[in-house]
């Protein structure tokens, strides 16, 4: 992970044009098509911008349950005057999670996996699944529940999502419908455009609202994010 925040302000303005299609908080997802294309970096680096423009707690949210790259990059200290992950949190929210576990052999063994943990010094809070909990050959998956992101925007200002890209999980598709607004993250000069086409179409057959395309790695940075025209 990389910290990106003195890169995203086009991207923090494109967001900020976003208002909550249901109440409360505003939910913004970033997703990209292939693999490597500094998605994580992004939507950590937004997600602390975010955290300073709030009254109710930001939330990351990392789709990639098996891997917690959020979390880790938080316990590394990928960010300067960033603090670590402090303590956890139950992220179920007293309703369906947004994951299930299959098989699941005891009944209610899916519930309580998700935590959410406090970033120290800021308001912004930063979710684990986990994974050491799981039994050999059971596997976890995500699933849509709006009634959890319903909560989750009464609790929160703004609520950012790290998906892992469309050529490994369908995740973000799952998700695209729950969101405000989505981002697409694309390596420049080495993303084609038939693969933003792509991913546009797929998302938006989903039920996500794409407002923009972010530019990563314009030489070693991301710069920009603009609105698709047309």
Same mark, same amino acid.
């Given at each position: 992970?990389?910290?990106?925040?003195?890169?995203l302000g086009n991207v923090w303005r494109t967001a900020s044009r976003l208002s909550s299609g249901s109440g409360g908080g505003r939910t913004v997802m970033f997703i990209s098509a292939r693999d490597?294309?500094?998605?994580?970096?992004?939507?950590?680096? $937004?997600?602390?911008?975010?955290? +300073?423009?709030?009254? *109710? =707690?930001?939330?990351?949210? &990392?789709?990639? !349950? %098996?891997?917690?790259?959020?979390?880790?990059? $938080?316990?590394?200290?990928?960010? +300067?005057?960033?603090? *670590? =992950?402090?303590?956890?949190? &139950?992220?179920? !929210? %007293?309703?369906?999670?947004?994951?299930?576990?299959?098989?699941?052999?005891?009944?209610?063994?899916?519930?309580?996996?998700?935590?959410?943990?406090?970033?120290?010094?800021?308001?912004?809070?930063?979710?684990?699944?986990?994974?050491?909990?799981?039994?050999?050959?059971?596997?976890?998956?995500?699933?849509?529940?709006?009634?959890?992101?319903?909560?989750?925007?009464?609790?929160?200002?703004?609520?950012?999502?790290?998906?892992?890209?469309?050529?490994?999980?369908?995740?973000?598709?799952?998700?695209?419908?729950?969101?405000?607004?989505?981002?697409?993250?694309?390596?420049?000069?080495?993303?084609?455009?038939?693969?933003?086409?792509?991913?546009?179409?797929?998302?938006?057959?989903?039920?996500?609202?794409?407002?923009?395309?972010?530019?990563?790695?314009?030489?070693?940075?991301?710069?920009?994010?603009?609105?698709?025209?047309?």
């Open positions: 992970m990389r910290d990106l925040r003195g890169d490597g294309e500094g998605v994580t970096s992004m939507a950590a680096s $937004f997600a602390c911008l975010a955290s +300073r423009r709030v009254e *109710r =707690p930001a939330w990351l949210i &990392d789709l990639d !349950l %098996r891997r917690n790259r959020l979390y880790k990059g $938080f316990e590394e200290g990928f960010a +300067r005057g960033i603090g *670590r =992950p402090g303590r956890a949190y &139950d992220a179920s !929210l %007293r309703k369906t999670p947004i994951y299930s576990i299959v098989p699941r052999v005891v009944k209610g063994e899916d519930e309580k996996l998700l935590t959410v943990h406090e970033i120290e010094g800021a308001r912004l809070m930063v979710t684990r699944f986990r994974n050491e909990r799981l039994q050999k050959g059971q596997r976890v998956q995500v699933r849509t529940s709006p009634e959890w992101w319903q909560t989750l925007r009464k609790m929160a200002d703004w609520i950012t999502v790290d998906a892992p890209s469309l050529e490994r999980s369908p995740a973000g598709l799952a998700m695209a419908s729950q969101m405000d607004g989505i981002i697409l993250v694309v390596e420049a000069d080495a993303t084609s455009a038939e693969d933003v086409v792509g991913a546009r179409r797929e998302i938006e057959a989903h039920g996500g609202n794409i407002i923009g395309v972010a530019m990563n790695r314009v030489g070693s940075d991301a710069r920009f994010a603009d609105r698709f025209s047309g």
